[in-house]
């Protein structure tokens, strides 16, 4: 055994993929987490207009968090994030389970609940300002119907106009909710809720008691996933509310663009970029390192 | 020539070694099998002569070339995988002629190959089809068309019968057998059956923990194993293993509430290592209901046994006893007539009998 | 008999409850389509979803060559073709690169290879907030700020992470036994990615051009951020056109331009439904 390995004569067959992996690799380190690391930075210089280089400490953060419009787009994402994942998920679910009672027409069904996931959040978010509009949608509709004084004006309320963000984006995203337990549903044995009814289970309680607790996985996929969206949504407020009425509607996606863009205060910006990464990252790591141990355990 | 020279191979992942410096001198035209359960180095061998994985030191030759560090496609070997990964979306004829085609070799040329391997195959009428469209042992053909069609040195086969019913798997073992015959070409064959190893084999070497236990022909493995793994591993049901006194060059045995002596052809050899107790090995057919055997009278023994449970399986009739309190497997004639219960005659034959050390587990004789 | 009548009525209730939610999705399309041909006399005083009494194109028309987006007024065409001049080059060029990432991070792993998967797979996820700022910064230096190349960079760039995704998880399931077949057989690296692995590669390629085409058509952030007042993709365009308020409110136009810029990716989703969800569920990370 005293022989040395012997290397392979280094050819160009033999370092092909590493070649073709090479300029993936330097783009992902440079634009991906270089440029994480770049925002990072700038988030504790006083850049505005342009980045400059003197750092100032946690000034920029400090003042994020006294700027009450952050305020404002923070309790907006608990808000809209916490309304949107439990809708979309119990939707999704009650969507699914019925889906799976060997429906005719499934298909069909499933088509229509699931084409929002195709359009834009801008297109989304333009058909449900028009259908919202308290001058002329909704609201006109039901008062034709005869009730003279309904009023729904949520759009235009500061108060109220975070909700039709909600209902537009479970609009959109439900759909896909129910595509994932749907798809989860037909994992399960079907035998289970057979045994199930048989050991005298009705219907219901096979399904609260045997197969929700298998899907487990996919809720938490799905939980991951909404978060994830409601996070970085963006494109679905400047569509439908602008983030008004003033700010009212704001979240955090909105304001760093607005700060970082259009009011030259770049320092900000990267800190608020840097908020919602963190936020990203507290949802994200915990999630990859059960999936990865999890699929360790055969889960 | 097609022999091939395995010198000193070692195989390491980090800290696990997988082949503890292997060394087989493959003459041409030999076949021969590696065997060994899984996990013993069988395939990470068999992927290092194919050049699929580096060998971690040690060295390769083929027709007395060093081919260690030679790419695949240039060492001229051709392999059949249990899988037989044919080609899903080429057809049978392409499947076949693939590597001649990556070898460049003239459209005409490739074409009298393809059709020379089909009839001598018996897939002509199924060069057109996709694999999908074929049965297992079609499969089976065709990926043994594609290793012949570049008539290399060598032929690989890695376990090509294990996904085949039994009643296919013994055809095509008649098949590989026959085409060897024919071509004389050198084969190292995979297994882990042992019935395959027994009758395809010129020479096995038998696999364990990444260590050759034993290199010899199939006699040998069978009736000189080198040790209790071999022994244990070769031959169904296998060896009988008993843990026994030696008093006088005789193994003292109870069977059915007395004790017998058995005379052992090794008496010496333990006693020359002063030896009192030793794990006695023998073959099932060596324990058989009462025959005339004319010869060798010596060799021997009559007693009884309690049978608890019996097997007919047609030709013949496992029985299975204890010794000692171990069980053991006899194999009796059908026409005996034996069936499960006390006190059953029986006969011993202790010619063949070995004996092996109880710590280490090697042949003492 | 009393069991199979109950069996009926949760059945008619599992219908109905499924039809009601059918029309919930279905709502918003079917109010954007039938606004879309009223005239805005009709709006004003019809309801939302009446039927167009008197179907006019007036809005369409509008809405594709002369309505304003922002300061200019040439409708949307211009910027349909902007954004199909972004996404036919930069679906391409990052399917193609995902195709041969996933082929060498599948069966062409080496030392460092699956870490480098790891960072991709994790790339996936990070908000793009932090990676707006120094991206202009860069596009400026390259010369590329505002520009129709620079969206295309963009979006190759964070477009890889998944195309490389989904195909190694799809080559990850070709055998590896065939990798060693071809390599017996003689067959280079891109020997055997172009017979073996291309040839099997229909459907990946189907739901990953579909996943990158929607994805690109859909997108507004970057757009927004990295495109100049020319080269705006036609979300950035619908948005301006209805945020424009010069003169009253043309609902019937914004619908319109709404229905042509959610066009293409609904006629994806029409014709090959099946890979668009499959793209969903493999792309689910990125949501």
């Given at each position: 055994?005293?022989?040395?390995?012997?290397?392979?004569?280094?050819?160009?067959?033999?370092?092909?993929?590493?070649?073709?992996?090479?300029?993936?690799?330097?783009?992902?380190?440079?634009?991906?987490?270089?440029?994480?690391?770049?925002?990072?930075?700038?988030?504790?210089?006083?850049?505005?207009?342009?980045?400059?280089?003197?750092?100032?400490?946690?000034?920029?953060?400090?003042?994020?968090?006294?700027?009450?419009?952050?305020?404002?787009?923070?309790?907006?994402?608990?808000?809209?994030?916490?309304?949107?994942?439990?809708?979309?998920?119990?939707?999704?679910?009650?969507?699914?389970?019925?889906?799976?009672?060997?429906?005719?027409?499934?298909?069909?069904?499933?088509?229509?609940?699931?084409?929002?996931?195709?359009?834009?959040?801008?297109?989304?978010?333009?058909?449900?300002?028009?259908?919202?509009?308290?001058?002329?949608?909704?609201?006109?509709?039901?008062?034709?119907?005869?009730?003279?004084?309904?009023?729904?004006?949520?759009?235009?309320?500061?108060?109220?106009?975070?909700?039709?963000?909600?209902?537009?984006?479970?609009?959109?995203?439900?759909?896909?909710?129910?595509?994932?337990?749907?798809?989860?549903?037909?994992?399960?044995?079907?035998?289970?809720?057979?045994?199930?009814?048989?050991?005298?289970?009705?219907?219901?309680?096979?399904?609260?008691?045997?197969?929700?607790?298998?899907?487990?996985?996919?809720?938490?996929?799905?939980?991951?996933?909404?978060?994830?969206?409601?996070?970085?949504?963006?494109?679905?407020?400047?569509?439908?509310?602008?983030?008004?009425?003033?700010?009212?509607?704001?979240?955090?996606?909105?304001?760093?663009?607005?700060?970082?863009?259009?009011?030259?205060?770049?320092?900000?910006?990267?800190?608020?970029?840097?908020?919602?990464?963190?936020?990203?990252?507290?949802?994200?790591?915990?999630?990859?390192?059960?999936?990865?141990?999890?699929?360790?355990?055969?889960? | 020539?097609?022999?091939?020279?395995?010198?000193?191979?070692?195989?390491?992942?980090?800290?696990?070694?997988?082949?503890?410096?292997?060394?087989?001198?493959?003459?041409?035209?030999?076949?021969?099998?590696?065997?060994?359960?899984?996990?013993?180095?069988?395939?990470?061998?068999?992927?290092?002569?194919?050049?699929?994985?580096?060998?971690?030191?040690?060295?390769?030759?083929?027709?007395?070339?060093?081919?260690?560090?030679?790419?695949?496609?240039?060492?001229?070997?051709a392999m059949v995988f249990q899988s037989y990964a044919l080609y899903p979306t080429m057809n049978v004829a392409r499947n076949i002629s693939?590597?001649?085609?990556?070898?460049?070799?003239?459209?005409?040329?490739?074409?009298?190959?393809?059709?020379?391997?089909?009839?001598?195959?018996?897939?002509?009428?199924?060069?057109?089809?996709?694999?999908?469209?074929?049965?297992?042992?079609?499969?089976?053909?065709?990926?043994?068309?594609?290793?012949?069609?570049?008539?290399?040195?060598?032929?690989?086969?890695?376990?090509?019968?294990?996904?085949?019913?039994?009643?296919?798997?013994?055809?095509?073992?008649?098949?590989?057998?026959?085409?060897?015959?024919?071509?004389?070409?050198?084969?190292?064959?995979?297994?882990?059956?042992?019935?395959?190893?027994?009758?395809?084999?010129?020479?096995?070497?038998?696999?364990?923990?990444?260590?050759?236990?034993?290199?010899?022909?199939?006699?040998?493995?069978?009736?000189?194993?080198?040790?209790?793994?071999?022994?244990?591993?070769?031959?169904?049901?296998?060896?009988?293993?008993?843990?026994?006194?030696?008093?006088?060059?005789?193994?003292?045995?109870?069977?059915?509430?007395?004790?017998?002596?058995?005379?052992?052809?090794?008496?010496?050899?333990?006693?020359?290592?002063?030896?009192?107790?030793?794990?006695?090995?023998?073959?099932?057919?060596?324990?058989?209901?009462?025959?005339?055997?004319?010869?060798?009278?010596?060799?021997?023994?009559?007693?009884?046994?309690?049978?608890?449970?019996?097997?007919?399986?047609?030709?013949?009739?496992?029985?299975?006893?204890?010794?000692?309190?171990?069980?053991?497997?006899?194999?009796?004639?059908?026409?005996?007539?034996?069936?499960?219960?006390?006190?059953?005659?029986?006969?011993?034959?202790?010619?063949?009998?070995?004996?092996?050390?109880?710590?280490?587990?090697?042949?003492?004789? | 008999?009393?069991?199979?009548?109950?069996?009926?009525?949760?059945?008619?209730?599992?219908?109905?409850?499924?039809?009601?939610?059918?029309?919930?999705?279905?709502?918003?399309?079917?109010?954007?389509?039938?606004?879309?041909?009223?005239?805005?006399?009709?709006?004003?005083?019809?309801?939302?979803?009446?039927?167009?009494?008197?179907?006019?194109?007036?809005?369409?028309?509008?809405?594709?060559?002369?309505?304003?987006?922002?300061?200019?007024?040439?409708?949307?065409?211009?910027?349909?073709?902007?954004?199909?001049?972004?996404?036919?080059?930069?679906?391409?060029?990052?399917?193609?690169?995902?195709?041969?990432?996933?082929?060498?991070?599948?069966?062409?792993?080496?030392?460092?290879?699956?870490?480098?998967?790891?960072?991709?797979?994790?790339?996936?996820?990070?908000?793009?907030?932090?990676?707006?700022?120094?991206?202009?910064?860069?596009?400026?230096?390259?010369?590329?700020?505002?520009?129709?190349?620079?969206?295309?960079?963009?979006?190759?760039?964070?477009?890889?992470?998944?195309?490389?995704?989904?195909?190694?998880?799809?080559?990850?399931?070709?055998?590896?036994?065939?990798?060693?077949?071809?390599?017996?057989?003689?067959?280079?690296?891109?020997?055997?990615?172009?017979?073996?692995?291309?040839?099997?590669?229909?459907?990946?390629?189907?739901?990953?051009?579909?996943?990158?085409?929607?994805?690109?058509?859909?997108?507004?952030?970057?757009?927004?951020?990295?495109?100049?007042?020319?080269?705006?993709?036609?979300?950035?365009?619908?948005?301006?056109?209805?945020?424009?308020?010069?003169?009253?409110?043309?609902?019937?136009?914004?619908?319109?331009?709404?229905?042509?810029?959610?066009?293409?990716?609904?006629?994806?989703?029409?014709?090959?439904?099946?890979?668009?969800?499959?793209?969903?569920?493999?792309?689910?990370?990125?949501?």
């Amino acid at each position: 055994m005293s022989v040395s390995k012997a290397k392979k004569p280094m050819t160009l067959e033999s370092i092909l993929p590493k070649i073709v992996l090479a300029p993936t690799t330097a783009v992902m380190l440079v634009c991906m987490y270089g440029f994480m690391i770049w925002t990072g930075a700038l988030s504790f210089t006083k850049s505005r207009m342009l980045p400059q280089w003197d750092f100032v400490g946690f000034d920029q953060y400090a003042k994020l968090f006294s700027n009450p419009r952050w305020d404002v787009a923070l309790n907006n994402l608990v808000v809209f994030g916490v309304l949107f994942i439990a809708v979309s998920l119990l939707l999704g679910l009650f969507l699914a389970i019925l889906l799976d009672q060997k429906i005719r027409l499934e298909g069909t069904l499933r088509t229509i609940y699931l084409y929002p996931m195709a359009v834009s959040f801008v297109v989304t978010g333009t058909a449900w300002k028009w259908i919202l509009n308290p001058g002329l949608g909704l609201e006109k509709l039901v008062r034709d119907l005869g009730f003279e004084n309904f009023e729904f004006r949520w759009l235009v309320e500061q108060d109220m106009a975070i909700y039709t963000i909600v209902i537009a984006a479970v609009w959109q995203s439900s759909g896909f909710v129910m595509a994932m337990f749907l798809a989860g549903l037909r994992g399960v044995d079907d035998s289970l809720i057979k045994a199930a009814e048989i050991d005298g289970a009705s219907k219901m309680k096979a399904y609260w008691y045997v197969i929700l607790p298998i899907l487990r996985p996919v809720f938490f996929s799905a939980i991951v996933i909404l978060s994830h969206i409601a996070i970085k949504s963006f494109d679905l407020v400047q569509a439908l509310t602008g983030g008004g009425p003033g700010y009212a509607s704001d979240l955090p996606a909105n304001f760093m663009y607005t700060y970082a863009f259009n009011r030259a205060q770049m320092g900000v910006g990267a800190s608020s970029a840097m908020i919602m990464l963190m936020g990203v990252l507290a949802i994200i790591v915990p999630y990859l390192y059960s999936e990865l141990r999890g699929g360790k355990n055969g889960r | 020539m097609g022999s091939l020279l395995i010198d000193n191979v070692t195989k390491s992942f980090g800290e696990t070694n997988i082949l503890k410096g292997i060394n087989i001198d493959i003459q041409d035209g030999e076949f021969l099998i590696l065997v060994g359960p899984s996990g013993c180095g069988k395939s990470t061998l068999m992927n290092i002569i194919a050049g699929l994985e580096d060998a971690t030191s040690g060295t390769l030759e083929l027709a007395g070339k060093d081919v260690t560090l030679a790419s695949p496609k240039d060492r001229d070997i051709a392999m059949v995988f249990q899988s037989y990964a044919l080609y899903p979306t080429m057809n049978v004829a392409r499947n076949i002629s693939f590597g001649l085609e990556m070898r460049k070799v003239p459209k005409e040329e490739r074409d009298r190959i393809v059709d020379e391997v089909a009839k001598l195959l018996q897939i002509d009428h199924l060069l057109d089809r996709k694999p999908s469209q074929l049965s297992g042992g079609q499969r089976q053909r065709v990926a043994m068309g594609r290793a012949l069609a570049r008539s290399p040195r060598v032929f690989l086969f890695d376990e090509p019968l294990s996904n085949l019913d039994a009643k296919l798997r013994v055809e095509m073992r008649t098949e590989i057998k026959k085409l060897h015959k024919r071509l004389g070409t050198t084969i190292v064959y995979v297994t882990h059956d042992q019935i395959e190893a027994m009758t395809l084999a010129d020479r096995i070497a038998v696999m364990k923990d990444g260590i050759v236990q034993q290199l010899g022909t199939p006699d040998e493995i069978y009736n000189n194993p080198a040790n209790m793994f071999v022994a244990g591993f070769m031959g169904s049901p296998p060896m009988n293993f008993i843990e026994v006194e030696v008093e006088d060059g005789q193994a003292i045995v109870e069977s059915a509430g007395e004790t017998h002596p058995l005379k052992l052809p090794c008496a010496e050899a333990i006693a020359a290592k002063g030896l009192n107790r030793v794990v006695l090995g023998i073959r099932p057919e060596m324990i058989t209901e009462p025959k005339p055997a004319p010869e060798d009278q010596d060799w021997l023994h009559s007693m009884s046994l309690d049978f608890d449970v019996v097997e007919p399986m047609g030709a013949d009739t496992m029985a299975i006893g204890q010794w000692n309190g171990v069980d053991i497997h006899s194999r009796l004639s059908p026409k005996a007539g034996m069936t499960a219960g006390k006190g059953t005659e029986i006969q011993v034959n202790t010619a063949k009998a070995v004996a092996f050390d109880i710590q280490t587990g090697e042949r003492i004789c | 008999m009393v069991a199979n009548r109950s069996f009926n009525i949760g059945r008619l209730f599992i219908y109905a409850c499924l039809a009601a939610f059918a029309l919930f999705y279905l709502a918003p399309l079917y109010v954007m389509l039938t606004t879309s041909f009223k005239d805005i006399e009709e709006i004003r005083s019809g309801n939302l979803l009446a039927l167009p009494q008197d179907p006019t194109l007036y809005a369409w028309i509008k809405a594709w060559s002369s309505a304003c987006t922002g300061s200019e007024c040439q409708g949307l065409a211009p910027f349909f073709m902007n954004s199909v001049k972004i996404v036919v080059p930069a679906v391409i060029i990052s399917t193609v690169i995902g195709a041969l990432n996933g082929y060498v991070l599948s069966k062409w792993r080496f030392r460092g290879s699956d870490l480098m998967f790891g960072m991709l797979l994790f790339g996936c996820f990070i908000p793009f907030q932090v990676i707006l700022l120094p991206m202009a910064r860069l596009l400026a230096e390259l010369g590329l700020a505002n520009t129709v190349t620079g969206l295309v960079l963009v979006h190759v760039i964070y477009g890889v992470a998944f195309t490389t995704l989904f195909f190694r998880n799809f080559y990850v399931s070709v055998p590896t036994e065939l990798v060693k077949a071809a390599q017996l057989d003689g067959a280079s690296f891109f020997q055997i990615f172009r017979h073996i692995f291309l040839p099997v590669s229909l459907p990946i390629f189907t739901v990953t051009i579909i996943w990158q085409f929607t994805q690109i058509w859909n997108d507004f952030l970057f757009g927004v951020v990295y495109s100049g007042p020319g080269t705006q993709p036609i979300t950035v365009a619908l948005n301006n056109l209805v945020n424009t308020s010069m003169g009253g409110k043309e609902y019937n136009v914004d619908m319109a331009a709404a229905v042509i810029a959610a066009l293409p990716t609904l006629l994806v989703y029409i014709f090959a439904g099946k890979y668009f969800v499959r793209g969903l569920t493999a792309g689910a990370v990125k949501g």
